[in-house]
């Protein structure tokens, strides 16, 4: 199950607080990192503040893009430290870790995702999470470190698995599925033809865009989008784009 879980660190400037992410990883089970432009790695830093959990650095996977780092996920949490424009769905740490627990035994991929030092996830990064996760620290003093920020969701994920091994008779049975989940880069497919296809049609206009791509993907993302569905609403835009180019419509059963 903890296998499933992925955490993922977009643009990490100092190679330090990598070793010290990847410690807190393993301090509580975790063992999947992946690092999205890094600006050094690896590093002798890196290795030092890691305290022995270099297994967890050499099997690091360093990707050029967040879309690339979430390949495969069903589940995508994004911690982030202040309000955003856009209000999205969120969750506290112990909620995260119980989300992500929830998921990873359904054998769902899950990323946690943190953002840079010095100025977090952009919102276009956030855009691509389900869930937003706040550490409700000190106001007066709210900058977390990233380590630190990494080893307290890590430690409610741990508690979360935790609990469902001592007490497995009260943790709540796996949804049933017929179909698996969308990942989230097929939702990201997705959410491109969705835009290629508004802007056809002329109901979006990419130089007063107003949030709506981003309205959208909060709306899809509080869904729970089986593949099955997916096809259904690639073959709708598709269609689409054809009647907005002119060509004439048939339908399926003709």
Known sequence: MLHNIRIVLVGTTHPGNIGGAARAMKNMGLSRLVLVEPRVFPSPEADARASGADDILVGAQ???????????????????????????????????????????????????????????????????????????????????????????LSYEVRMAWLAGQQAPQAVKAPVAREHELATMDEMEGF????????????FLDPEKPRHL????????????????????????LTETQKVARGEPYKRKDQ
Not at 191 to 197: C, D, F
Not at 215 to 236: A, H, M
Request: proline share 4%; net charge negative; with cysteine.
């Open 62 to 152: 360093v990707v050029s893009s967040l879309e690339e780092a979430l390949t495969g996920c069903s589940l995508v949490l994004g911690t982030s430290a202040r309000d955003r424009s856009l209000p999205w769905p969120m969750l506290d740490p112990r909620q995260s870790g119980e989300k992500v627990i929830e998921q990873a035994g359904q054998g769902l991929e899950v990323a946690l995702v943190f953002g840079r030092e010095h100025a977090g996830l952009t919102n276009d990064e956030l855009q691509r999470c389900h869930y937003h996760v706040h550490i409700a620290s000190n106001p007066d003093f709210s900058s977390l470190n990233l380590a630190a920020a990494v080893q307290v």
């Open 213 to 236: 791509m981003a309205r959208l993907r909060r709306l899809y993302g509080r869904g729970e989008v089986e593949r099955p569905e997916l096809s259904i609403l690639r073959g709708i």
């Open 191 to 202: 959410y491109a033809h969705l835009e290629q296809t508004l802007v056809a049609i002329g």
